[in-house]
């Protein structure tokens, strides 16, 4: 009996060791919880007085800002607008360039070989003449190559966008009224843009 009577005693104390550490449990548990939960009101409480600062923001300085906005993005259009306009006549300046280039490039065989027909001792008339025609040729051909043709006037119709009257030649006779009669100096077009008007005389 004595027995049981210390088993309870030791079994009374042990419960009264363990009851206020369970207590102070509880109790840290409800203070992180309450903690908890004033940490969420505080932040709550944040951002209601940020919201009611962006509603009470002054008008001037919204449109202050609105104006800013659209001002950085003028000056950038700007200078998009500035550089486009830059790389554009660079290269069309380029472009002309290489345009006289390739054309230089096509005249020089010919002009080699004008030299060669003037380094040239033959006297006779005939080989002389001969070379300036295939000289001629070959430069009319290089021409053609390059987009440039001759104004055909020859018993053609008088034609104001292609012919210049210089001369008009009565008494041709009816067949030849507004027909070209002679040509004075040939006319041309590069890619069938007139670039020389033909000069003629009309039939009257």
């Known amino acids: 009996m004595t027995e049981n009577k210390d088993k309870n005693m030791e079994n009374g104390t042990a419960e009264e ?6 207590e102070t449990a509880k109790n840290s548990q409800a203070e992180n919880t309450d903690k908890k939960a004033d940490e969420k009101d505080d932040q709550e409480n944040a951002e209601e007085q940020q919201n009611e ?40 300046a380029e472009l002309i360039l290489n ?8 005249v020089l065989p ?25 000289i001629f040729k070959k430069f ?12 055909d006037t020859q018993d053609k119709d008088f034609d104001t966008d292609q012919m210049e009257a210089i001369a008009m030649v009565p008494g ?23 670039i020389r008007h033909a000069k003629v005389a009309v039939g009257q």
Not at 58 to 85: C, G, M, W
Not at 182 to 189: A, L, N, S
């Open 140 to 151: 009319q051909k290089t021409l053609e190559g390059l987009g440039v043709k001759k104004i």
């Open 53 to 92: 600062k962006e509603e009470e923001k002054d008008p001037l300085e919204a449109a202050q800002e609105q104006i800013s906005k659209l001002k950085d993005q003028y000056l950038r259009s700007v200078a998009e607008f500035d550089n486009y306009r830059k790389r554009t006549m660079k290269e069309k």
């Open 110 to 134: 010919v002009l080699d070989d004008f030299e060669r027909a003037l380094a040239d001792n033959n006297e006779d008339p005939q080989a002389i003449k001969k070379g300036m025609e295939l």
């Open 99 to 106: 345009g006289g280039e390739k054309t230089i490039t096509a």
């Open 17 to 22: 060791l363990n009851a206020p550490q369970e």
């Open 172 to 194: 041709m006779g009816d067949d030849k009224k507004g027909k070209v009669i002679d040509c004075v100096q040939t006319g041309y077009t590069l890619n069938d843009k007139v």
